[in-house]
Every structure is written in C-alpha cells, then in structure tokens.
C-alpha cells in the first residue's frame, strides 16, 4: 500500500441558498451546510467523518462524489479537481470513486434487475461485450458473497442485508480506488451490520481501496475507521487517529458527545457532559467558535471573537483539534 | 442507583397474537411471557420483525384490527387481567394507568393542534381536572420532561419543534396522567445521540421520582446498558432470553444473545473482527422445526432439529430470574463460548 | 435464506378485512376483477370499433325514410333494427358501432398526444427543477384555468369542427394533468439513492431521465391514462352535443345523444342507447383504472 494522497479538501465550503416567493424568488439566506474543511486521505485509509445530523458530514460526502458543487474551494481526487474535470479524465474519476449508500431500500431502483444495477459503471462508461459485462458482474456478486444467478432477480426479492450487497457489488464493478460510505450499516438489522461491515473490511484488504465513511454510530467509526474527523456546523473540530481520538478526545464537543454514545455494559454507565441547548441553525451559525453558546469549557471572549483552526495538539504527532484551549 | 424496585405490577403470561394475511395466519407474538416490578425497566431487544412492537401493541390491546388478534394468554396488571377488559375499560388503562411513547415524533403529534392543545386533551380525557387549570397542568407536565418555557410553548405547533423537543412533548403527553406503565417503542431512534442521551437521562429521573415502571421497546443493547434493570430477548416472535441485565451482558446463556452481543462495535475498545451471525431471521410463514434459531447457531445438536427448547434456568447467582430457551443449559456448566 | 413473500402480498396490505356490507362486497368484487370491465369494454368499445364495416347491419350514414324512428326490438320493433332508429330512419346499433370508433380513436390519439407532450415536460421540470420548473408549471396553471370548452368553440371558429380539432382540445385538455403528476413524482423520484448512484457512475442526464425515473412513473401514466379514456369520451360526448365535435354525418356517441334530446319523451331510445354505451364504457374505464393503480402503484407495493 503507498501512502500517497489519493483525496483532498482544500478549504471546501458549500452553501445552499434559501429563496423566498413563488414568482420572484429572491434569495433569504443560506445554509452553512459545509463552511470551510481542509483534510487529506491516504490511499488505502479509512476516514470517518462523525457527527450529529445537520453537521454537514453527508455534504461532505456528496462533495467527494460531484454529486454537489462547492460554493468554495476544491475537492482533489488523485492531484485533480474533481469539479473542472471532464471527458476522459472524467470517465477515469468516475471509475475510481464509487459509492454505498444509506438505504439498501431506495439505492436500487425497483425496476432494474440487479445484472443492470450492477453494470450501471460498466455501461455508461466502457463498450464491453455482453459476454464480458456478464463475468464481470457474476465476479463482483461473488465477491460480496450472493450467488451469480442472482444477477437476473429484481431487488425486491431481497432482504435488505442482500440489498446492501447488491449496492457495494454495483459500486465494485468498475474496480474503483476510493468508495464514499454514507452510513452503510445504519439502515440495517443489529445481526446483519455485523456481515456488512466485515464483507467491507475484507473487500478493503483484498483490494486496497480507500474508505471515506460518513457514521453516527461511533462504535461503527472505531471498527471501521483509521481516522475520524469530528464535525460541528460545517466544520472539522478534531481530526486524528482512531485510536488517539477515542484515548483522549480534546475539543469539548467532542468530550460531550462521546459523552452521550450508549455503554456497552451495564456498569460502564458513563458520566455525561451536559450541553445546553440544542444545535444552532446552519443558517446563522454563532460568531467565532461556533460551539461556544453551548461550551461547557468556553475559554473567554476570545471564542465569541475567532474562528479558531485545526492544529496540532500539544505533545501529539498527528492529533488535530480546532479549539482555542490548546 | 437511587431507584427502589417494588411488587411486581405487570405479569404477561403466554401472550399470544395472530395476523391473518393473504398467505395463511401467522403468529407474530408466540407466547411471550414478561414481569415488570414497580419502579423497574424492562428491557425488550431484538431484531426488526421479531414481534418486539407487536407485543407492546398486545398488551395495551391496540393490535391493528382486523388483520391482526391477541389469540391467547394473560396480561394481569395490578392482579385483574386487562384480556378481560371491554373496550371502555381498556380505554380508561390506555393512556391513563399504562401509557405509551412511539418511535417516531413527527407523526405521533397532530400538526394541526397546538402543544399546549395535545397535552390538555390527554389530561382531559383520563384525569378529573377543572377545565380552567387544565392548562397549568399541561405547562407542568412540560416543565417536567423540561421544555423550556413551558408557557410559551404551549402555543406553538409541532413544525416549529426539533424532533427532540417533540418526542419530549410526546412523553410529557404520556406521563401527563401519572401513568404506573410507560412502554416506549423506540422512541429515540430517530433522535441525534446528544439528545438522544439527554431523553434518556430525562426518562431516568421521572422514574426515580416518581416510581414509574418502564418497558424499554429497542434494538440497541447500548440503551439496554444504559436504562434497563432486566431484560427480555426476543426472537422470531418469542422471548429466547431473559434475565437482569447484569446476567445478560456478563453470562449470556442463549447463543443468540451472546452472538447479538458480539456482532456489536463499541467506541471503547478496538475489536479486530465482529462476530456475525449468519443469514437472517426467519420469516413468519417459515419458522423451522425445532428450535428456530438452530439454522445460524453454531451448537445446533439433532435434538434442536426436533424440538423448541423449553425455558431452563441459567445455574448462576441471578438464579431462576435467568432463563433462557435452549437446550445446551441443561448441560449445568454450559456457558456460551466467546465466538 | 430469501424468501421474499409472494408477489402479490404486500407488506403493508398483509391481512383479510372482516366481511364487508354486501353492497361494499359486489363493489370490492367488481374491482378486484377486472375481466368484466375489460369484457364491457371489448363488447362496447374495441370489438365494435374494430368490426363495424363487417358487423354493422345498416350504413351508419344512410337512413331509410320509411323507417324513421322505430322503437327496438321488445318496444314494438323488430330484429331489423334491435335498438331501433332516429329520426332519419337510421340503425343505432350501426350508428353506436361506428361511434366506437370515433370515440375510441379519439381517445387513444389525443391521450398519446397529451400523454407525450405532459410527461415529456413533466419530468424535464422535475427533474432539472429552477427556471425550467416555473415556466412549464406556470404554463400547467394556465392551461387548467382555460376552459376546455371555449377553447373547442375558438378552434372549430377557426377551422371548423374537425378531427384535428379535436386533439388539439383533448390533448390541450390533458396534457397539463400529466406534466403536474409527473412532476410531482419526480420530483420524490429524483432525490432517491439510486438517482445519486446512476450520477456516480456517470449516466447522462438524458440516461438517468429515461432509464432510472420514466420507467418508476411508468404506472402512474399508465393509470392516469386509463383513467383518462373515460373523461375523454365525455368531453368528445360534450363536444360533439355542442356541434363542436366530428362533423356530421359521421356518428359520435355525444351527437346522438343530442340528435335525440327533442325526442326523449316520444323516441328515448334515440338517446337512450349511445348514453347508455358513454355511462358502461366510462364506468368500466374507471374500473380498470383503480384495479390498475391498485396492482401497479408503487406505493403499495413490496419494497
């Protein structure tokens, strides 16, 4: 595996407008649903963007994926914008980063046999034969573990877990470099998310791709994950390791909310960090920090004032957090 | 915990429930069996489509009629037993001695009423309170799940609340009468961890005051972990475990249970590969001979293929409070190997 | 391992309904088979439309002078005329096979042609949304606020009551009907998963509009069709009562209703008859349509 950069934010935000009226719209104001990220990712990594909804983490996602146009900045895949890129080189993107998402139940269309889901890449970008369209996808099904016969059934004969496997052998087809999960477990049974999230972790090693996972679950970020970046309204407030994240956490939303994840025995009951309040609106994100109205450890006026950026804890290596108290 | 756990005040015995479907008639709760002590919370966890929902809808006698009907069984609450109940009865139960709070908040408030209008229409219905202070109560019974300004937002209307907010509002409707029963069915799995943390605390408190007894209705053993005093694992539409809680996370007698338990990630250690159980639940026109969860377990011996296991005691110090159906605890030293 | 339920138990519609009133239950039996509706239907509308220059027994156009307005057979009239003649001695049976036609074809070409134009628009303004949104539906409300019948009266003012015309009614009439369901549903459509997974893969948009979201709307216009065909004899009905429709002689369920209104106490069955054929086709269309929306929407079915 190198440990070359295969993806890239630089100083990425995306805002959506909000318009008012029905014949004249005008525009009313805008949701911060991105407001400035900078992160890079090592080929054969696996990043866990972690967050409460409206946290921006599944922008982020769909950003990587140019299914969104930032409104600033650039999103790199492999030294190239992914947003000025067109033609061949297009094509080429479009091979190397494929996606799994949430819902198993609404990411196959209902009219499609899986062989068409599956060879969807395939179709829109090569002119393969018949012949070859259909080994390749019986490789991929194999390789998610469902039969190759299967390839002519319609996704409503399968339960959702298969589902998710028909989603990931649609998203291997084209042997891409980096898959963008957005929550692929979330939508399933306890005793299936186990079989989903290990085929993944195998299918990593087999083939050296890279992972940008978007979870709530933090459990799910640990198994999976290498990094984590922690997000609040828009922004990365810490990014580190898995392992030095979950050993120290040091931003405050943080602490707070790994705080409130759920123990996993009864005498791990953990002691809670209260927040007050509830998320502010992206719409009018706080000056400053935009953590501090809530803050249990606020620093002084200094997080009403500066926005403050990610750097690197004191005595870490790589441990990142954006927070005035270091 | 500063929480006293009394007489047992809800005993379900041998519940039984059947759908009628366009293939045939199905049992999607068959003979569940679960005690609830005063100021306690039971726990009920399994998967989607093992009857965890249906059996909360039995005991409050709110199956979707006609399709759906409690077929057989008990369901005593303090000594009388509510199968016996007419309609009217059940109606002054519903909502008034045992209440319910539902999964999802948006859909369980009526956008068109106001907050205030929905807590008072329940007190209404089920407390002899004057109309006049029928609103100083509702404003009590928000102040108490902690809505800020509760006299303000007695005027507002579902859409101008964050889901956490309604699902408070939700179980300011369903304490509102001084229930001794709350079922919650997954109320906060749509809600963000911090608030979902928030509820739960919340939850908590109201029992240690008010000796509220809970069944705890989820998929989650972190909210086990978290709230539950006992609990009860279903699967396929029967409870296949059962036990304190205690028992049930240090010395899972049912492979199932323990295999749930495996298959889970947590943030607090770093696991190198999850169990995972394999296929999936059987469907209710499908359910195998013998025990139904001998097609995925690993210790399936001849007799599994024969015969449903009976409840047999876990030999452990929470001793007959533990039980679990399967035929390996007759063997007095088995323990469920780590898979 | 999978074992998906039968195709036709949806999940949501598992369970039997208790024994419903005996009016509720010939209602609930007429819907849930369709072979009579489709069997009135070929009866009344397709065989005959198909079949009138072999089966008619008279000229529809032609009458006999000696044989105007004879009752039918049972009323005082004879196996010659079954359901009797109008007023210029012509065979209404004739007359309603040759109308089978004309209603029948009006339908099915002014539905394509509304149909095509409404769901072509529809889904480009759903999907791409913006701009083009607001002036296509800007364009809907309009063309639902115009009545359909001053529009036929400004038509056949200018050219004269024709078959053109009459498309151009119907299809002015419906297409707007298309355009606002299709919309809608792509609307919902549009934002699924599997729309932003044809995207990563790098489908077209014309590739992502006809293979991933027309063929999920499919039933809906197939239902909204159907449906349709009923409104579209009656507007063809009302057309042609008020000499806007096909120009005479050529027979049309509608005309012959209003030929016979001045008789309806004296000869009702000059009326009668292509009446009854509009009320049974209508009926039976609607019929079909619900069964149809009833199997096909895909709301109800398994997901």
New interface residues.
Partial sequence: MDNTEILRFEGVKKHFPITKGVIFSRQAGQVHAVDGIDLALAHGQTLALVGESGCGKTTTARLALRLETPTDGRVMVDGEDVHQLQGAALKRYRTRVQAVFQDPWSSLNPRMRVRDIVAETLRVNFSLSRSEIEQRVAKVLLDVGLKPEQALNYPHEFSGGQRQRVAIASALISNPKMLILDEPVSALDVSIRSQIMNLLQDLQQQYGMTYLLVAHDLGTTRYMADWLAVMYLGRIVEYATVDSLFKEPRNPYTKALFSAALPDHPDKRREEIILTGEVPSPIDPPSGCSFHPRCPLKAGSICEQVEPKLKLAPGTKNHLVACHLY | MAKIIGETILQVENLQTELHTNIGVQRPVDGVSLSLRQGETLGIVGESGCGKSMTALSILGVVPKPAAQVVGGRVMFNGQDLRTFSEQQMRRIRGGSISMVLQDPQTSLNPVYTIGGQVTEAIALHRDVPRRSLMSHAIDALRQVRVAAPEQRVKDYPHQMSGGMKQRVSGAIAISCDPHVLIADEPTTALDVTIQSQYLRLLREIQEKTGLSIIFITHDFGIIANMCDTVAVMYAGRVVESGPVRAIFDEPRHPYTRALLNSVPTMDRHVKRLYSIPGQPPALWDRPAGCWYRNRCPFAEPRCETQYPPAIAAKNTAGSNHVANCWKLEDSTWITPKS | ??????E??PAES?????PPHLLRRIWLNLRSYPLLSVFVLLVLLVIPALTADWLAPHDPTQGVIMDRRLPPVFFGGTWEYPLGTDRLGRDILSRIMYGARVSLSISLVGIFVGGLLGVTLGLLAGYFRGWID?IIM?LVEISLALPAILLALVLAAASGPSFQTIIIVVAFVLWALYARQVRGEVLSIRE???V?????????HF?IMV??IL??V?NTIIVLATLQVGSVIILEAALSFLGLGIPRPTPAWGMMVADGRQLIVSAWWISFFPGLAITLTVFSLNLLGDWLRDRLD?KL???
Wanted: glycine share 6%; hydrophobic share 30%; net charge positive.
């Fill in positions: 391992m999978n074992n998906p339920p039968p036709d138990t598992l369970g039997v309904p208790a607001t800007r699924r998963d599997y932003a997974r044809a995207r990563v893969a790098g489908a077209s590739r293979r991933h063929p999920n499919a895909p079915e398994i997901v």
